[in-house]
């Protein structure tokens, strides 16, 4: 056992990755709407299905996603639940639409068998949005290994890997950081440039009309969206 890990009981880590020949990357790309993974199971014929949520702002959105995942060359079908798996209410939709999908594939295209066998273990649903990948991942050791068995995995898989958050094990909101997968895109970006921006600092780095200028919307669309998002992180009862 590491030093790093003795102290701090290894690392909690969001990987944002592209690969090839994935179909959540392609269908996510060409469409508005992402999806979530949330599990995956083995067929008789070694092939695999893994149930998704397809969520986005409209309805139209996430038919467009559903319609892309069954024309794409990469998946073997396509079958739509008529109700939300695990469905607790409006409030935890990661968007204003959601579908439940369960969608059989080849396993050959995807990297959690490269990530898992190194040690990296999914901890939460993946989020796929614009073409990427977000894996929540543990990993029991220390910053230096990690960062060299991804590399292992970018030239495996001929990946792109970046390690957009890393904390301690014991570190940050675990709760906090589930309420964040409820916001949509929109949603998100907005919240996520407030912040950056220093929007939420005394006194204020940047005014709502600066900020809704930076991220190309209306002041009163970047107000819905910040409303939306607050209202969502700061429930108490999620």
């Known amino acids: 056992m590491?030093?790093?890990?003795?102290?701090?009981?290894?690392?909690q880590l969001t990987l944002s990755i592209w690969h090839p020949d994935c179909w959540t990357l392609e269908v996510t790309d060409k469409t508005a709407a992402g999806l979530l993974a949330h599990g995956v199971y083995n067929?008789?014929?070694?092939?695999?299905?893994?149930?998704?949520?397809?969520?986005?702002?409209?309805i139209s959105d996430v038919e467009a996603l559903i319609d892309a995942t069954r024309d794409s060359s990469l998946t073997d079908s396509v079958l739509e639940l008529r109700e939300r798996h695990g469905a607790t209410g409006t409030g935890s939709s990661?968007?204003?639409?959601?579908?439940e999908l369960f969608v059989e594939y080849n396993p050959d295209n995807t990297i959690s068998d490269s990530l898992l066998s190194r040690g990296f273990i999914h901890n939460d649903p993946v989020r796929v949005r614009h073409g990427r990948e977000h894996w929540p991942v543990f990993f029991p050791d220390s910053r230096d290994e990690a960062e060299s068995l991804l590399d292992e995995i970018r030239e495996e898989q001929s990946a792109d890997?970046?390690?957009?958050?890393?904390?301690?094990?014991?570190?940050?909101?675990?709760?906090?950081?589930?309420?964040?997968?409820?916001?949509s895109d929109s949603q998100r970006e907005a919240f996520e440039l407030a912040r950056q921006e220093d929007y939420y600092a005394w006194p204020r780095g940047i005014s709502t009309r600066e900020l809704a200028s930076k991220l190309g919307v209306s002041k009163t669309t970047l107000?819905?969206?910040?409303?939306?998002?607050?209202?969502?992180l700061l429930d108490p009862d999620q």
């Open 223 to 232: 107000l819905e969206h910040l409303r939306k998002a607050e209202a969502k």
């Open 2 to 11: 590491s030093n790093a890990q003795s102290q701090h009981g290894g690392l």
């Open 94 to 99: 990661p968007g204003n639409t959601t579908r």
């Open 161 to 183: 890997i970046e390690v957009t958050r890393i904390t301690s094990a014991g570190g940050g909101n675990p709760k906090q950081l589930r309420r964040m997968d409820r916001l």
């Open 43 to 58: 067929t008789q014929n070694g092939s695999v299905k893994g149930l998704f949520t397809a969520y986005a702002d409209s």
